[in-house]
């Protein structure tokens, strides 16, 4: 839900945003690459199908109710995980590059897939999850995303607007806007427990929780609807993304993680036999 005038004709995205560092990678290829990340990005503004807003109204995508019919099945996977939540990985232990927003431990995450590589081992945690998700076209990402008390994320952009991205409501503190909401551009937005929030990170964000519990949603991002010629560019991007060193360094820190959070499983099972 919403609380604030859905002035989509005021609002715009901007290629930056004050204060943050933009990520920076060394290396000719990487720097072409964000260059024709730039251009697309216009060309996904130009032929949109479904406009540009910050804040998308769910019915636009009609699916986004199937998913949360089934919001209880992915929660009761969840409930699992959190007993090892000071085990998971931080989102800038994944990927360095979100240590401009956020570089503590209270922002957490539990990856299934993103950009064609998928955590099999997460994923027989989560088959329901996984089951639920595949009914979402254009599936780029998905993870839980676990947000500690206190836990602040200052204003940022995604770095792509080739995609949307969907908050399913998992774990939800009963609180007011001040203390736990999310702001895309001038629209100040309230998680709920059992529904959908579907937005464009690409514009303005932030998000808080100074609630003195976690707040967990599920975190999707999936294919903008585009037309011809932004579609077919939008597609050869965002399939070009998993050769680039922001993905392949995620992927890389998200097996050693694996591999330390797994042994230790199974290390506590031993004791326990």
């Not at 990402?141 to 500690?148: P, R």
């Not at 080739?162 to 909401?181: E, N, Q, S, Y």
């Not at 100040?188 to 932030?206: N, P, T, Y």
Request: some cysteine; glycine content about 6%.
């Amino acid at each position: 839900m919403t609380s604030a005038q859905p002035a989509e004709a005021q609002a715009q995205q901007r290629f930056g945003t004050e204060g943050v560092a933009p990520m920076q990678r060394p290396g000719f290829v990487t720097r072409f690459f964000m260059a024709v990340v730039a251009w697309a990005e216009k060309l996904n503004l130009r032929f949109t199908r479904v406009g540009n807003p910050p804040v998308h109204d769910n019915a636009t995508f009609p699916w986004a109710r199937e998913i949360e019919k089934d919001w209880h099945l992915i929660r009761a996977e969840l409930d699992p995980l959190l007993q090892r939540q000071q085990d998971l990985p931080s989102f800038h232990e994944l990927s360095g590059d979100v240590k401009t927003i956020s570089a503590d431990s209270a922002w957490k995450t539990f990856f299934l897939t993103g950009y064609g590589l998928s955590s099999e081992r997460n994923i027989r945690q989560c088959p329901e999850t996984w089951r639920i998700v595949q009914r979402i076209p254009g599936l780029k990402t998905a993870m839980f995303s676990i947000f500690e008390p206190g836990k602040h994320l200052p204003p940022h952009r995604g770095p792509y607007n080739g995609v949307l991205r969907l908050h399913l409501g998992l774990i939800v503190p009963d609180a007011a806007a001040d203390k736990l909401a999310i702001r895309v551009d001038r629209q100040i937005c309230r998680w709920q427990e059992g529904k959908a929030l579907i937005f464009d990170d690409a514009f303005e964000h932030e998000a808080w929780n100074h609630t003195d519990r976690t707040r967990v949603v599920l975190f999707v991002d999936f294919v903008k609807p585009l037309r011809f010629p932004a579609r077919q560019v939008n597609w050869l991007l965002l399939n070009l993304a998993v050769f680039t060193p922001f993905i392949r360094e995620g992927l890389d820190n998200q097996k050693a993680w694996e591999k330390r959070f797994y042994a230790e499983a199974e290390a506590l099972r031993n004791r326990r036999a």
